[in-house]
């Protein structure tokens, strides 16, 4: 007899996450919704990481571990979701928490409506889990329209906060593994195509650890005119096309002078604030229309001071 189908599925890609990926499992177990699956993915690590996810599945039978070569977080999270069964489906990074009580409010949330996600809160942490103080990500979200918001600011901020209908990811298609940097905010472009996100209340479900050897801080790099796959990719979907025509073109810009501010924040908060200075008075020249946008400025000086 075949088993049930759980709940929820949640989908953790992982590399060379040894430091991190124990609490993150820990925190899955510690879930007051018991029926989910956790499949983890292995992408290529080189330390210790699937010794560390071993040891919890021998605690938590409904773990499972997937190994493969180095293929990209986008290739290891769509072979998670092929291997995986829930109508729901939930991407964690591993190096994140989810508070105890998150996946039974994102799928009671999820349940009282037919959106097609339902976001919660995001709470920022250090590399040693010490809380930041910041914006809530939900204040960020449009009362209607939460594509054309999308569009301009990635106000989902991290997957881990984002439960989706399976049935919704399929009509999207998966992660795009082609791209390298914005791949999973150009995945939720696609998924608010769809309709807008249901919005859970209350206290955060998600702890999203911010590290100054991340990922994003890593690609983000500072550039000022190269041009990003992941906006080109958003540029050419013949939905968001015909949908939004000349529109599009203009939400986008909007998104690139966005993401070019983060990513002076980003220098801030981890790397030299001399160098950000100095791309931030360069900004002002390449994104004069940065201007033009008083609450981007507004939200990255309140990101400054926090």
């Known amino acids: 007899m075949a088993a049930p189908v759980p709940v929820?599925?949640?989908?953790?890609?992982?590399?060379?996450?040894?430091?991190?990926?124990?609490?993150?499992?820990?925190?899955?177990?510690?879930?007051?919704?018991?029926?989910?699956?956790?499949?983890?993915?292995?992408?290529?690590?080189?330390?210790?990481?699937?010794?560390?996810?071993?040891?919890?599945?021998?605690?938590?039978?409904?773990m499972r571990l997937i190994r493969g070569k180095a293929a990209g977080v986008s290739a290891a999270r769509?072979?998670?979701?092929?291997?995986?069964?829930?109508?729901?489906?939930?991407?964690?990074?591993?190096?994140?928490?989810l508070a105890p009580d998150a996946l039974a409010r994102l799928v009671a949330r999820l349940k009282a409506g037919d959106a097609p996600a339902v976001l919660g809160g995001?709470?920022?942490?250090?590399?040693?889990?010490?809380?930041?103080?910041?914006?809530?990500?939900?204040?960020?979200?449009?009362?209607?329209?939460?594509?054309t918001g999308l569009l301009r600011k990635n106000f989902v901020v991290n997957g881990g906060a984002l439960l989706i209908r399976r049935a919704a990811i399929a009509a999207a298609g998966g992660y795009d593994p082609d791209l390298g940097f914005g791949e999973d905010w150009e995945f939720w472009c696609r998924l608010a195509a769809q309709g807008d996100?249901?919005?859970?209340?209350?206290?955060?479900?998600?702890?999203?650890?911010?590290?100054?050897?991340?990922?994003?801080?890593?690609?983000?790099?500072?550039?000022?005119?190269?041009?990003?796959a992941c906006i080109e990719a958003v540029r050419a979907n013949p939905v968001l096309r015909a949908r939004l025509g000349r529109q599009l073109g203009r939400h986008l810009r909007a998104r690139r002078i966005d993401i070019f501010w983060t990513g002076v924040r980003a220098e801030f908060e981890h790397g030299s604030r001399a160098r950000a200075l100095l791309r931030g008075l360069g900004g002002l020249v390449v994104y004069p229309d940065s201007l033009l946008h008083p609450r981007l400025a507004l939200r990255f000086v309140s990101s400054l001071r926090a």
Not at 78 to 97: C, H, K, Q, T, Y
């Open 78 to 97: 769509n072979r998670g979701l092929s291997e995986s069964r829930g109508d729901m489906v939930l991407f964690v990074d591993a190096d994140d928490l």
């Open 8 to 62: 929820v599925s949640v989908i953790v890609a992982a590399r060379d996450m040894e430091r991190f990926i124990g609490a993150t499992l820990r925190s899955l177990s510690r879930q007051s919704l018991a029926d989910l699956e956790a499949v983890i993915v292995d992408d290529g690590s080189t330390d210790r990481t699937a010794a560390i996810v071993r040891a919890h599945l021998a605690r938590d039978g409904r």
């Open 122 to 147: 995001v709470a920022r942490m250090a590399e040693d889990g010490t809380r930041i103080d910041g914006p809530d990500n939900r204040a960020l979200v449009p009362a209607a329209d939460h594509l």
């Open 197 to 228: 996100f249901a919005l859970l209340e209350g206290a955060p479900v998600l702890s999203y650890r911010q590290r100054a050897q991340g990922a994003n801080v890593i690609r983000r790099g500072g550039a000022f005119a190269r041009r990003l």
